[in-house]
């Protein structure tokens, strides 16, 4: 919900504004989600190929459809499926997977959020402080709003 | 030097070979969250060849290609020098 519905009213009113610098990073938790280390891997790859966020999106909404998630290679053709609808590169997307290319990237991604105090997804840091959970955007807009007065 | 001496020399020093042998480097222990379970092997990896795989690949070790580390840019949006940062922590579920 929060990746359809309340990111891209963020983008609309607080990224694109100024105001907000959105940033991702992954947090795998493959023991409830299997299929998440390879997305990980798969989304890290398009973003070598700056087509990151249209990964991103069309990751979460493939998930939602129950297109991906078992982390075999019914995952992997879908993902370079959805490679190949993004415009980007397929057999570089599949030579980077290959290639096990942003392995330490992840790792580092969750070292750093688990020290942090993240422990389920979706998290957010907003400014330093652990947002749990998918809020909707009036929530969101609350806390941005409260953030903007206190600079 | 007797045959028999030299026989108990050059069995002395396969012994010692054998024991430097069998001490060999242990594989480094798996790492763990905080909460005590584990952390996700994030170097493994499903191999994506014509037949289908049941499960993931065997582990790569990381940095192994020489590929630069990704750019944080590339997973951002907006100005870096916004007022507010937030960081979304996700696996794409």
Redesign the interface.
């Known amino acids: 919900m929060f990746v359809r519905e309340t990111k891209p009213q963020i983008e609309e009113q607080y990224i694109k504004t100024g105001k907000v610098y959105f940033v991702h990073r992954d947090f795998p938790l493959t023991d409830v989600h299997p299929g998440a280390l390879l997305a990980a891997h798969v989304a890290n790859c398009a973003a070598a190929q700056n087509g990151f966020w249209p990964m991103h999106d069309q990751l979460f909404a493939g998930q939602v459809a129950g297109e991906w998630n078992n982390s075999r290679q019914s995952d992997v053709n879908r993902f370079l499926e959805y490679t190949q609808s993004l415009g980007l590169d397929v057999a570089e997307m599949t030579r980077c997977i290959s290639d096990n290319r942003y392995a330490s990237q992840i790792e580092a991604d969750f070292r750093e959020a688990a020290e942090k105090g993240v422990r389920s997804t979706p998290s957010f840091l907003v400014n330093g402080t652990l947002i749990v959970g998918a809020y909707p955007f009036s929530a969101w807009q609350e806390i941005l709003d409260k953030q903007l007065a206190q600079q | 030097m007797s045959m028999v001496k030299v026989a108990s020399v050059y069995t002395l020093m396969l012994a010692c070979l054998l024991v430097i042998v069998a001490c060999g480097k242990e594989a480094p222990p798996r ?1 763990t ?3 005590g ?13 014509e ?6 690949v065997s582990a ?1 070790p ?4 020489g ?1 630069a ?4 840019e ?20």
């Open positions: 790492a969250r905080p909460d379970t584990s952390t996700p092997q994030a170097s493994r990896v499903p191999q994506p060849i037949t289908p795989t049941e499960s993931l790569a990381p940095d192994s290609t590929f580390p990704l750019l944080d590339r997973r951002a949006m907006g100005d870096p020098h916004a007022p507010i940062m937030v960081i979304e922590y996700g696996d794409y579920q």
